[in-house]
C-alpha cells in the first residue's frame, strides 16, 4: 500500500496537483463505501503526498453526496497524518473581498443528515471540537499565503451550510448577524471526522463572492463562482507547494491524541465487526484496553 504524510482535498477548480513526482494513482476500498475518485500519491519537495479531488474528476459529486466517511477513512489509511483543504467560500463580510483567502479558525455546523461520525454501531466517542481546525497547521498556511502575496484573513468562522443551492437573501442576512465571517458547503463534516481520526486538519478557504446579502453587488451565481476560480487556483496550488515544504515533520499539537480520553464504550463492549471496522482510527486504544485487562 502507498503511504503519504500530507493528504490535499482540492475543492471546486482544483482536481490535480501539479509538481508530484512518482505519481502513483490509488484506489481505496473502506468500510464506509468507495472515496470520491482514485488518490494520487506523488512526492513534492520530498514529502510524500496524496492528493483527492473532493468532488472527483468532472465535479460529480455534490456536497451533499460526499463520501465524506470514506475519503477520511482512506487518507488515515494512507497513514496521512494532516490535511489542508481547499474550500470555495462566499464572504459574508465587506471586507473579506472575492479573490481574497481566509485560514478559517470556527464553524457553525448548518448542515442535515451528512455521516458527520466514525462513532455508531456500537461504540460511542466524544472529541473535543472546541478549536476545530488544527492551530499549527492553520498557522503554517496562513504564513505560507502571505509569503506567496495573497490578500489572506486569519481567522474567522465558516458556516457549513447544506447544498447544492445557494442562500436566500434572508438566510444570508441571518448568517452575517451571527458573526459568521464566510459560508460555503463542504468544511463538514470534513473537519470532524479528521479531528476523529486524529488528523491535523486546516482549511485553505478561496473567496469566491459576497453570497446574495450585498445590496450593491449581483447574488451569487455559478458562472461567477467559476470565473473567480479560474483567478484563484494558480495562487492556491503555489501555496499548497510552499504549505507542504513547511509543514513541520514532527506533530506538536493535540490532534494526534484527539481519542485518547474520547471513547466512551466499554471495549468488551463493542461488536467485533465495528472494532475492526474502525480498528485503524480506535485501535490503539481499545486494543490497548483489552491488554490491560489481561494484565
Known amino acids: 500500500m502507498a503511504k503519504a504524510k500530507i493528504g490535499i482535498v482540492g475543492g471546486s477548480g482544483i482536481y490535480n496537483l501539479e509538481g508530484l513526482t512518482g505519481v502513483k494513482k490509488v484506489r481505496i476500498s473502506t468500510p464506509f ?5 482514485d488518490f494520487v500519491v506523488g512526492d513534492m519537495e520530498g514529502v510524500e503526498v496524496a492528493f483527492l479531488p473532493r468532488h472527483a474528476g468532472g465535479h460529480g459529486i455534490s456536497p451533499s453526496e460526499l463520501p465524506v466517511r470514506a475519503n477520511i477513512y482512506a487518507f488515515k489509511s494512507l497513514c496521512v497524518d494532516s490535511i489542508i483543504s481547499v474550500n470555495a467560500v462566499g464572504s459574508l463580510k465587506e471586507e ?7 485560514i478559517p479558525d470556527q464553524l457553525i455546523d448548518w ?5 458527520n461520525t466514525f462513532f455508531t454501531n456500537g461504540v460511542v466517542g466524544h472529541v473535543s471540537l472546541a478549536e476545530p481546525f488544527c492551530p499549527v497547521l492553520s498557522q503554517t498556511l496562513f504564513e505560507v499565503a502571505t509569503k506567496a502575496g495573497a490578500k489572506v484573513h486569519a481567522g474567522g468562522t465558516y458556516i457549513v451550510m447544506e447544498g447544492p443551492q445557494f442562500s436566500t437573501k434572508a438566510e444570508s442576512k441571518l448568517y452575517r448577524s451571527w458573526g459568521a465571517d464566510v459560508i460555503g458547503m463542504t468544511a463538514l463534516p470534513e473537519a470532524k471526522l479528521a ?6 486538519y486546516a482549511i485553505l478557504a478561496f473567496v469566491t463572492d459576497y453570497d446574495c446579502w450585498h445590496p450593491d453587488l449581483e447574488s451569487v451565481t455559478t458562472e461567477m463562482i467559476l470565473s473567480n476560480l479560474r483567478t ?3 495562487v492556491a496550488k503555489k501555496i499548497l507547494k510552499l504549505a507542504i515544504s513547511s509543514i ?14 474520547a471513547i466512551a464504550t466499554v471495549p468488551e463492549f463493542i461488536p467485533v465487526k465495528t472494532r475492526r471496522d474502525l480498528d485503524l ?4 486504544y481499545i486494543n490497548k484496553a483489552f491488554d490491560d485487562n489481561l494484565a
Do not use: F, M, Q, Y
Not at 33 to 37: R, V
Open 33 to 37: 463505501g468507495a472515496p470520491s475518485d
Open 232 to 234: 484563484g487556483v494558480g
Open 281 to 284: 482510527i480506535i485501535g490503539k
Open 248 to 261: 513541520p515533520r514532527e506533530r506538536d499539537c493535540a490532534c494526534g491524541s484527539a481519542l485518547k480520553h
Open 195 to 200: 479531528r476523529e481520526a486524529e488528523i491535523c
Open 96 to 102: 473579506i473581498a472575492p479573490t481574497n483567502l481566509v
Open 111 to 115: 448542515t442535515r443528515g451528512r455521516d
